[in-house]
């Protein structure tokens, strides 16, 4: 016996009539934060300096849309591939980034990965859309309600800061970004790497 909802209807027969664009659909991208050892064990993490608009020339993670037929983490292990030449990097869930006017192109979320490789930082070198890829040093300091970030490489400084939030949960207390900002990365991948590096802690 087929379960009927309120309507009276059976699941084949609401499918039938239903109309999935009735409800505006997000972009779903996926962005990957590659942290990996320096000289001395200083954190290094990836990123890309973007071949194409919005934020032509600016420094990104690594990343891109998510295809109808792979999941998003697929989609960030071929992104980073495409980009930067790595593969078979396991990747962590970091979150979802949805803030809104994160993307000029429309309403876009963020499924972020992370990889920590247990090397020193190998070599890259930039593919697709991606003019340059280029490993950069990381100061990360987090004291009291605020985090900072500054990542350097070949002259290059970029920098972001959020204000934390401490939130009680049933697994532990968490930490997570607030209001912030970000200036030379492109989207809200400040915010992103700051979630990262919180988790990385």
């Keep these: 016996m087929e379960l009927r909802d309120k309507n009276g209807l059976t699941e084949r027969e609401y499918l039938a009539q239903y109309r999935a664009d009735k409800y505006p659909r997000p972009s779903l991208t996926a962005d ?19 071949g194409g608009h919005p ?12 295809s109808p037929h ?3 983490e697929e989609a960030a292990a071929r992104e980073l591939e495409e ?7 396991e990747l962590f869930p970091v979150g979802v980034f949805s803030r809104r006017g994160r993307d000029p192109r429309g309403w876009t979320v963020s499924s972020a990965y992370a990889a920590l490789l247990p090397v020193e930082a190998p070599e890259v070198r930039a593919g697709d ?3 340059r890829a280029c490993w950069f040093d990381v100061d990360f300091a987090c004291a009291g309600d605020r985090a900072r970030l500054t990542l350097r490489a070949a002259g290059v400084e970029l920098r972001a800061e959020e204000t934390i939030r401490r939130c009680e949960t049933p697994f532990g207390t968490a930490l997570r970004p607030g209001e912030g900002e970000g200036r030379g990365l492109a989207f809200d991948h400040g915010e992103i790497l700051l979630c990262a590096l919180l988790r990385l802690r």
């Design 32 to 50: 990957v934060c590659v942290f990996a050892r320096g000289e001395g064990g200083a954190l290094r993490v990836l990123l890309i300096r973007r």
């Design 55 to 66: 934020f032509l020339g600016w420094w990104a993670l690594p990343g891109g849309f998510v």
């Design 70 to 72: 792979e999941t998003a």
């Design 83 to 89: 980009e930067t030449h790595l593969s078979g990097l």
């Design 129 to 131: 859309d991606a003019a």
